[in-house]
């Protein structure tokens, strides 16, 4: 599929024009210059033409910001990776250094160029977006991002510029598992991600809550095939002052509902925190898969038992699903970076399993038959069948007389007794007593 990727400096519209093209509210925006900071994949269909659209952070220069540093090998990578470059400039501000730089950088890219200049919603602005000829990128598109005006027309420039081999290709990755790295911040979710990819696909710095969008990307390595969406880091409300986090945290908390598997990435050095259990629950309650990664394990003081201890610890705090793959690594080292992958495919084939009925019945009725449900103001509950429901995820019905008299002790005594045979490790389930 064609690549196209939009550029410019910070706060000319981009992230506003990359959702108008994908059709949804996919990239955060914000008045404030430089909320995007990675890059942002989606897809648009423009009169039967499927392409891919990356959104890049604000290019600058001349910079001693530890973001921006960052933003700009981002856009460098980009404009490489892209078949077609949306060059964005602003109407209002005029031409600045920081776009003849990026003309510059364009230019000799030789890559095809589609120069757009955003926020002329007036007739009277369109005379501002003139002297953008000066640039020497040839045709300029006027537009406005935030109400659509013009975009037809560019869209109808872009369809023409594209490359013509991958024009009408339909989506390459249907139906793949989506696995999301979550955790609170600065525990090496993006880290994680860039040591999976073995790109900087990411950008990483020590400064807690560095990646503000979810970033989803395509792996296929080492015999497993998925989508890697990295999040960002999710603190306690009465912590979260600022708009952008509260939306950055809301993304997290999509990614958690639109995802199967999740890995919940921990600190070693903190153990399991109460922000991390209510994620924990959250992933539980949205019935994901979960893997728990515990990393930074190399700063962590050993003896011969304390990965054991710490095990047991967190079993206890997780209590009463404790049946997750907990994993210690360090993503700085490369320590067991590919257990946690091997973890989580093992967590979506349970996820995604079905048992035959026959199969079910035969191995459950029989743990009922003699461990029958307690009676119930002298009423006797009498399980008669069970089958497994056709759901994305592990959800059981038994079918009995007395539904109603079967208490929560004993659905954990049959949630357990599903898992001890037929191993659902890693994954929430539900159970369901109904009338036969």
């Not at 603190?235 to 890995?263: G, N, P, Q």
């Not at 095990?311 to 590919?338: G, H, Y």
């Not at 357990?416 to 659902?424: M, S, T």
């Not at 890693?426 to 369901?432: D, L, S, V």
Request: proline content about 4%; overall charge neutral; hydrophobic content about 40%.
């Amino acid at each position: 599929m064609s690549l196209v990727a939009i550029v410019g400096r910070p706060n000319v519209g981009k992230s506003t024009l990359f959702n108008r093209l994908v059709g949804m509210r996919q990239a955060i925006v914000d008045e404030t210059a430089g909320v995007t900071r990675d890059r942002h994949y989606g897809k648009c269909e423009w009169c039967g033409t499927v392409f891919s659209v990356v959104d890049t952070g604000g290019y600058t220069s001349h910079s001693d910001d530890v973001f921006e540093e960052e933003i700009r090998k981002q856009v460098v990578l980009a404009i490489e990776e892209a078949d077609l470059i949306l060059f964005m400039t602003e109407a209002a501000t005029g031409i600045t250094d920081y776009d003849e730089e990026i003309a510059d950088l364009l230019r000799r890219s030789g890559k095809p160029v589609v120069l757009a200049v955003n926020k002329v919603d007036s007739g009277a602005k369109m005379y501002d977006s003139y002297q953008f000829y000066s640039l020497g990128l040839g045709e300029i598109w006027s537009i406005s991002a935030a109400n659509g005006g013009g975009t037809g027309d560019l869209l109808d420039e872009i369809v023409r510029k594209l490359p013509q081999e991958g024009n009408s290709v339909t989506d390459e990755h249907p139906e793949l598992p989506h696995i999301a790295i979550v955790g609170r911040p600065n525990v090496g979710k993006s880290s994680l991600t860039n040591a999976l990819l073995g790109t900087e696909r990411n950008i990483v710095t020590p400064v807690a809550g560095t990646t503000r969008d979810s970033i989803a990307t395509y792996y296929n390595k080492f015999g497993h095939e998925f989508m890697l969406v990295d999040t960002a880091g999710m603190r306690r409300k009465t912590k979260v002052h600022e708009d952008l986090e509260f939306y950055s945290v809301m993304r997290s908390i999509r990614a958690i509902e639109h995802s199967d598997i999740c890995i919940l990435m921990v600190d070693a050095q903190n153990g399991l925190e109460a922000q991390d259990m209510n994620i924990f629950n959250l992933i539980v309650r949205n019935l994901k898969g979960c893997v728990i990664v515990v990393n930074k394990w190399d700063l962590v003081e050993k003896d011969s038992n304390t990965m054991k201890q710490y095990t047991e610890a967190f079993k206890a705090r997780l209590a009463p699903f404790n049946d997750v793959p907990i994993i210690f690594t360090s993503v700085l080292k490369k320590q067991r970076i590919m257990d946690v992958l091997d973890a989580a495919a093992k967590v979506y084939a349970n996820y995604t399993k079905k048992i035959p009925t026959s199969k079910l019945n035969e191995e459950m009725l029989p743990v009922v038959e003699d461990y029958p449900p307690p009676a119930w103001k002298g009423k006797y509950v009498k399980i008669k069948y069970a089958t497994q429901l056709p759901t994305r995820n592990p959800k059981f019905a038994f079918f009995c007389n007395l539904p109603q008299y079967v208490k929560a002790p004993y659905k954990r005594f049959i949630e357990n007794k599903l898992r001890e045979k037929f191993d659902f490790t890693g994954c929430p389930m539900q159970i369901f007593f109904r009338q036969k």
